[in-house]
């Protein structure tokens, strides 16, 4: 790990911002909650129907917005009229959310997309060459983090993971990524794996090649004192963790 990127262990990572009832997940208040804390921000991205990146999390609109309907069908006029958790917060888009920070404490932007890297990664690459803050990218999909290390092999780029139980994917897929084999062929500078997964032999045999490992998503005292002798940083939300 360079010089450079050492901020990726320095400070714990406010996951979705430091996000409130009032300034709720991946929106600015939550962003300038962080700001005034010093904490990095931790947000995710993905692209809607017309070409805008947007910082949401979910594939589905009812949880955060109350409406029905998938995020990828949204276009860019579609956010001033969706209100998250019922707050004077809309979707930020990427470059509204990067203006906001600007640069202010480093970001860990994870990457939304379950499909073969494309349209979105090309995107996001062209809005951070605009920006001058620290960054890094992260995602569940091997493809998009191969974009990067294809395209802008100077980018930091971290490979989430975990077991994947309960989730509803086929048997071989789980296997593949819970292993993270395809490290190989995207060659990771971190790694971010399920806090209540750790320790487990797949993430130990990067650790011991010397990748930092995040942990996530800590949300208590008691998770933190759990898992922080396996990991170099945490990504956490609904807690401020004190470090020991």
């Not at 409130?20 to 991946?26: A, M, Q, R, V, Y």
Request: with cysteine; glycine share 6%.
């Amino acid at each position: 790990m360079n010089i450079f990127e050492k901020w990726i262990i320095k400070d714990f990572i406010a996951h979705r911002g430091l996000h409130t009832d009032k300034e709720p997940e991946n929106s600015i208040g939550a962003f300038l909650n962080a700001i005034k804390k010093g904490y990095p921000i931790e947000l995710d991205v993905r692209i809607i129907d017309d070409g805008t990146l947007i910082v949401f999390h979910d594939a589905k609109l009812g949880r955060m917005t109350g409406d029905d309907g998938y995020a990828c069908n949204l276009k860019r006029d579609d956010l001033k009229d969706l209100r998250l958790n019922k707050t004077e917060y809309t979707i930020p888009t990427l470059e509204e959310a990067l203006a906001a920070i600007d640069g202010k404490v480093p970001v860990v932007i994870e990457i939304k997309n379950e499909c073969k890297a494309g349209p979105l990664e090309k995107k996001l690459l062209e809005i951070l060459k605009e920006y001058s803050g620290e960054y890094a990218v992260q995602s569940f999909n091997p493809y998009s983090l191969e974009f990067f290390r294809v395209f802008a092999p100077h980018i930091m780029r971290g490979q989430l993971s975990c077991s994947f139980k309960g989730e509803k994917l086929a048997w071989y897929k789980k296997f593949f990524l819970k292993r993270m084999f395809m490290n190989k062929t995207t060659k990771p500078d971190f790694i971010a794996y399920k806090f209540s997964d750790l320790p487990n032999r797949f993430v130990k045999k990067y650790q011991d090649k010397g990748l930092p490992l995040l942990a996530w998503t800590i949300r208590s005292d008691a998770d933190y004192e759990l898992v922080k002798q396996y990991c170099d940083n945490i990504i956490f939300e609904g807690f401020e963790p004190q470090k020991s």
